[in-house]
């Protein structure tokens, strides 16, 4: 057994991910055999002292049919109606398949504020770690009835590594319908599974693909190398494999793809703003700006930006580019776009005489940032 899955074998705090492909049925819909076998595996792990987060993927799945729908809703109302219908149906699966192990589940819906801003990451965590001291097993999923942006592809992925983050887990285990990654299509002859993956080298021998089979879940592979990279670079060790191996994953047996840490714990905000944000725009930087941000670590003030595209908002999250258009860091920006192209190339005392003190501030403070490996 390598060092990882000895890691998982011996874990204290897990987090289990289970998408929507892995619960229902080709038509949508729960399928309580699937669910049943699932938790039977977890429930048994649980009962030799292991505290279990279950971030669970599939509202919209189980509601569509419910609603007289053939097919997963494309337009976000009715992927939001869908939700609201089938969230209380899933937890409902999951309370009474649970409670014949003599176990509890408590609902927890969040959103991607709830694990970045400090304030509502305080709250989720301080919940989250109530219900494992009450013995109770978290079911997580994203607040798919109110989200808009966070209803796309691979949010519980993504969702579940910075889970792992907040509730100091000590090893990730991600389910879906495929067995691991692999170097080719699982579906083509003589397609080999990478068992271990170290660092983006392994990861680029890999084929990752779209959803599963049965069109009723969003992620696929692509979103599970995405989570594992997030949980990994927090030092959490990480396992993808399908729903069919939960059991023997949980033991630490030698199934599906281990990614091994390659960092340490980080903030949490930090890890969302790497790997979970699209950027709204660029800042262009000269020489000297470069070399603050990348060598002493220093925020960004706006005499050292050249150019500024885009369009954003104060808070946003916008990349950090030297003269070849190279990105070099990710941060949020403390100006609107349309504010800052009359402050470039000038000092923030200068700023702040003519402007006000509200302008001798950064434009992107150091600790809001974070800075790619050059």
């Not at 994953?249 to 949490?268: E, I, Y």
Request: aromatic share 4%; hydrophobic share 40%.
């Amino acid at each position: 057994m390598s060092e990882v899955r000895e890691a998982i074998a011996s874990a204290t705090r897990i987090v289990v991910k289970v998408g929507s492909s892995s619960l229902t049925s080709e038509v949508g819909g729960m399928d309580e055999e699937r669910i049943s076998a699932i938790v039977a595996k977890v429930a048994s792990r649980c009962a030799r002292g292991t505290e279990v987060v279950l971030v669970s993927s599939g509202a919209i799945a189980t509601g569509f049919p419910t609603l007289g729908l053939a097919r997963r809703p494309q337009d976000l109302a009715t992927q939001q109606a869908s939700a609201s219908v089938g969230q209380g149906m899933l937890l409902a699966h999951y309370s009474r398949f649970f409670g014949e192990h003599g176990l509890t589940v408590g609902q927890v819906l969040l959103t991607s504020d709830d694990v970045t801003r400090r304030n509502h990451h305080r709250n989720a965590q301080r919940t989250l770690f109530r219900l494992l001291e009450l013995g109770v097993i978290p079911v997580v999923n994203e607040n798919d009835t109110v989200a808009t942006d966070e209803i796309r592809l691979g949010d519980n992925d993504r969702l579940a590594a910075l889970v792992a983050h907040v509730v100091q887990a000590s090893a990730l285990i991600l389910l879906s319908d495929v067995e691991g990654l692999y170097d080719a299509p699982p579906n083509k002859p003589g397609a080999s599974l990478i068992t271990d993956v170290r660092d983006a080298q392994d990861i680029a021998q890999a084929r990752v693909g779209g959803a599963g089979g049965a069109g009723v879940g969003l992620g696929g592979m692509a979103t599970k190398v995405q989570a594992a990279t997030i949980a990994t670079s927090a030092g959490i060790p990480t396992l993808v494999t399908s729903a069919a191996n939960v059991g023997r994953a949980l033991d630490g047996a030698d199934v599906g793809t281990v990614f091994h840490p390659t960092g340490q714990r980080t903030s949490t905000r930090l890890l969302w703003l790497a790997h979970a944000t699209t950027p709204n725009g660029t800042l262009t930087l000269d020489d000297g700006a470069v070399e603050a941000v990348t060598v002493r670590r220093a925020s960004l003030l706006p005499a050292g930006i050249t150019a500024v595209d885009g369009t954003f908002v104060a808070g946003d999250p916008v990349d950090l580019i030297d003269q070849n258009s190279r990105v070099i860091a990710r941060g949020l920006v403390n100006f609107d776009a349309r504010e800052l192209p009359a402050l470039l190339g000038r000092s923030t005392r200068e700023l702040g005489r003519e402007r006000g003190p509200e302008y001798e501030r950064e434009v992107v403070h150091r600790d809001d940032m974070v800075v790619w490996s050059q």
